[in-house]
């Protein structure tokens, strides 16, 4: 049950990063490798701010998640809109190696740690079986958050904005959506969904490095391109089952646990394989990218 | 209007002597000033062959791959199993669990190149079988995925090799003839393919993917063969490094080395062979007077002193900016050519 | 001065010049054909009047004001629609969500709500597949969902790239009667076709576009005589 429990803890977790990727990927085919960055200054955040209540310490934390990805935007993507999705692909690289060179120019290259949430460990029992409180909590949170995005994208104009640009930014244009805010606001909403999965991670491994959310982003990609490239909830869908897959890996692999993300590649593979456009898309779709 | 086409489409004696010249004079004339210099130009011979690599296949198809450093890896194991000395390998404490057949295991040193080269053009054949039905933006990411999946398998497992430790006693290049030739041979081998008819062909297909398979292009076996081919390349770029470094270790393979290697091929310009060498060029040289500057030294009377790290963040702030300022890369998308001025605004 | 005035417009892809200084006018309450054959430069032309394509020199003015080099978003708030090549229709939303997105470019949107009436009103398939993805609309529908979307946004000058393309005759016959409604309620109306008898016949006045510079224009009497029709259309010789 247990196993179970963490299964769904970390398939959220990987849904709530792969979504924030999901984004911005949709208004501007653009693969954000520095999320990875987005994660990692939100956990260095919480960190140094830890002797402030939790909430205001998430708070800053979103908050400067927010501005960054609305700086790399301002100053980075904005002039490469239109080179094509290659282009995009290989800044955001170079972009994401830069900013963990400057944290460890500001950090340090060893890691910070500060105990965040510490009632957030332990365990408790409930109908005979033991619990972590981590995993619960990580659960409401998840669930509640991706409630509020399902909610955000589904039934607000923003997120018709969003899902129409996802779809054909020109003639969504065409149409009278303004194409800097919404960008603006999809690389904010990232920053914040980032913001939440580095609160996640951190509480579980209080020690932060440059390199802090690099995996989770890394296999959070793997999963939109699981899930279906261009379609936010395929993005979702496909993060959740790499971090479901993974964690149930590493429950029951024993011994051979440090294999699982051979095993987790190797099931990426098969799925691409057998539906090379993402699980949410037809047989042998080619998506127009 | 077709000498503006990026690529090659017939055979140019400049073209291909361009680049061979260039790599030679540079190496041997840079080699003979010191001996880091010339440790530093054996590497930068490495990172060439892996750039011209990555050039085959992603500058002709427009794929982004991150995966090469997965052949570089498995190409820097097998050269270096087969090389390393009995000795170490049945003593070494890394080495305890090695599978017994791997420590008799041997090969004469350019054999087990050979074997590097075919080891990463198999696995790039199988792999890309399944890759190239992806389109270039999900092959992009599935291809980090195989460098993660090789990663991780190599850090830890120790029957095949040494996990996450250094395999040591790997014999080493004498002087820089070795790894010239190679890197050389490895150019000869790229300018050819890129002027023959699957090379062009791949170059329609990333003009207009639509358009391709109109005129009988199969995408899919042309990329393949491309990737196959810069596969081979990769491997033999991790068996070169093995032998320059003298021990291998997985982590020689991973991010630094992918991150590296595309940054010099986009500053340079994934368009041709030309661009991969002066990208090659161009970052080594940055990166060795950022490297002497960060030591503390002086270079042509300049001084700075730089904290460590700063490097690769200037590193990865020239590929940004090279993105944001032209990014056909600094050769602008043309080969080799005399007179080498007037560089073309970019569209 | 018209509605909507064109002087010397230019543009092109890159390197590659596509329109060659094209000027005309359109008053209100009328409608202008646009006709030519493919490559003319019809649907740049279009896309260059709504911002989506930069213009290399000349001006647009809407109702008197500049809309040279604005984008596309804002020539729409402007009074501006276009309804594009291929329709565009979002096929993953609904078509309700289509219609919605459409009020996004309206200026006053205190009176959305009449506005959505209106266009349901002209076009009862937004009634009866309110809620069906706009993907599975047949041609038809798909095109007067378009006209819809773009007309919520209370336009005073609608632009028409190939409103006909890929539907059968009495669909179009269909779509171009409501282009009528369309315009005795105010709107003016571009249409760019590469069926000339069609639109010859219906439009105020004509323009036949070729390699980028507009060679004649005809009224609906010239669309009666097919051989002047053939020569103004192809050029001399034809």
């Known amino acids: 049950m247990q196993a179970i429990l963490d299964a769904i803890s970390l398939g959220g977790t990987y849904a709530l990063a792969a979504l924030g990727l999901g984004l911005v990927f949709g208004v501007m085919r653009l693969v954000n490798f520095a999320h990875a960055e987005l994660i990692t200054i939100s956990a260095y955040l919480m960190v140094v701010t830890n002797d402030l209540p939790l909430l205001l310490s998430f708070l800053l934390a979103a908050l400067g998640a927010a501005l960054l990805a609305i700086v790399t935007e301002l100053a980075i993507y904005r002039r490469l809109r239109g080179t094509g999705p290659a282009i995009m692909l290989i800044a955001s690289f170079g972009l994401s190696v830069g900013l963990q060179k400057s944290y460890e120019l500001i950090f340090g290259a060893l890691p910070r740690s500060a105990a965040v949430a510490p009632w957030m460990t332990g365990s408790f029992e409930f109908a005979g079986l033991n619990f972590t409180i981590s995993s619960i909590v990580t659960v409401a949170i998840t669930i509640a958050i991706l409630l509020a995005m399902g909610y955000l994208i589904e039934r607000t104009t923003l997120g018709l904005q969003l899902r129409a640009a996802a779809t054909d930014f020109k003639t969504a244009r065409l149409l009278g959506v303004r194409s800097n805010r919404l960008i603006g606001s999809a690389f904010a909403i990232s920053g914040i969904l980032a913001a939440s999965v580095g609160f996640i991670l951190v509480v579980e491994n209080p020690q932060v490095d440059p390199m802090f959310g690099l995996n989770i982003t890394i296999l959070a990609l793997v999963g939109i391109v699981i899930g279906g490239i261009s379609s936010l909830r395929g993005a979702a869908l496909g993060g959740f089952i790499v971090g479901f897959i993974l964690s149930i890996l590493n429950t029951y692999l024993g011994n051979a646990r440090v294999y699982a993300y051979s095993y987790l590649f190797l099931a990426v593979v098969i799925i691409l394989l057998v539906r090379p456009g993402g699980i949410l898309s037809k047989r042998n779709e080619m998506e127009r990218v | 209007m077709m000498k503006d086409v990026a690529g090659l489409t017939r055979f140019n004696a400049r073209e291909l002597f361009g680049p061979l010249v260039t790599v030679l004079i540079l190496s041997i004339g840079v080699g003979a000033i010191s001996a880091s210099l010339q440790l530093a130009v054996q590497f930068a011979l490495c990172n060439l062959v892996m750039v011209i690599a990555l050039q085959v296949f992603v500058g002709n198809s427009g794929v982004l791959s991150f995966g090469h450093g997965a052949f570089a890896m498995v190409g820097a194991w097998v050269s270096g199993m087969a090389t390393a000395s009995e000795r170490v390998k049945g003593n070494a404490l890394a080495l305890q669990e090695l599978w017994q057949p791997l420590i008799g295991f041997r090969l004469n040193l350019y054999i087990s190149i050979f074997v590097a080269m075919a080891l990463g053009a198999t696995i790039a054949a199988l792999t890309g079988a399944f890759l190239m039905r992806l389109n270039g933006l999900a092959a992009g990411i599935a291809t980090f995925a195989l460098l993660g999946l090789f990663y991780n398998f190599f850090f830890n497992n120790i029957t095949l090799g040494p996990g996450s430790q250094a395999l040591p006693a790997v014999p080493k290049f004498q002087g820089i003839y070795e790894p010239l030739a190679m890197a050389l041979a490895a150019i000869v081998i790229v300018y050819f393919f890129n002027i023959s008819s699957t090379a062009r062909s791949l170059r329609a297909s990333r003009e207009d993917l639509l358009a391709a398979p109109a005129l009988g292009v199969s995408i899919q076996r042309v990329r393949w063969i491309a990737f196959t081919i810069s596969g081979a390349l990769a491997g033999l770029s991790g068996a070169m490094y093995v032998h320059v470094a003298g021990t291998w270790q997985v982590q020689d393979y991973y991010l630094v080395f992918t991150f590296l290697t595309l940054a010099m091929l986009v500053i340079g310009g994934s368009a041709s062979l030309w661009g991969a060498v002066v990208g090659t060029l161009v970052v080594t040289a940055v990166g060795q007077i950022l490297l002497l500057w960060e030591q503390g030294k002086s270079v042509v009377g300049i001084q700075l002193d730089l904290p460590n790290g700063a490097r690769s963040l200037i590193i990865a702030g020239s590929l940004v900016g090279m993105l944001l300022w032209r990014f056909a890369g600094v050769t602008n998308g043309k080969e080799f050519s005399i007179p080498f001025s007037g560089r073309r605004k970019s569209s | ?238």
Not at chain 3, 59 to 73: A, D, F, N, R, Y
Not at chain 3, 76 to 83: D, K, T
Not at chain 3, 132 to 143: F, N, P, T, V
Request: positive net charge.
């Open chain 3, 1 to 238: 001065m018209g509605l909507l005035e064109v002087k010397d417009l230019q543009a092109g892809y890159g390197k590659v010049d596509v329109l060659f200084g094209v000027s005309f006018s359109l008053e209100a309450g009328q409608s202008l054909g646009i006709v030519g054959p493919n490559g003319a430069g019809k649907s740049t032309l279009m896309k260059a009047i709504a911002g989506e394509v930069a213009m290399k020199s000349g001006t647009v003015q809407l109702q008197g004001s500049p809309i040279t080099g604005k984008k596309p978003e804002d020539v729409v708030r402007l009074g501006l629609s276009l309804v594009p090549e291929g329709r565009q229709i979002f096929g993953g939303l609904t078509v309700t969500e289509n219609l919605m997105l459409g009020l996004t470019g309206r200026r006053d949107k205190s009176s959305a709500k009449q506005a959505l009436d209106q266009v349901r009103g002209l076009f009862p398939v937004l009634n009866t597949h309110a809620d069906y993805q706009a993907g599975m609309l047949s041609g038809g529908q798909q095109q007067q969902l378009a006209i819809a979307r773009a007309l919520v946004a209370d336009p005073k000058v609608l632009l028409l790239d190939e409103p006909s393309l890929g539907l059968a005759p009495t669909v179009i016959m269909d779509v171009f009667s409501k282009l009528k409604e369309i315009i005795a309620l105010g709107t003016s109306v571009v249409i760019v076709e590469q069926r000339a008898h069609l639109v010859t016949a219906f439009a105020n006045k004509t323009l036949i576009i070729r390699a980028g510079k507009i060679q004649a224009t005809l009224t609906p009497e010239d669309a009666k005589d097919e051989a002047a029709l053939r020569r103004a259309y192809f050029g001399a010789g034809a």
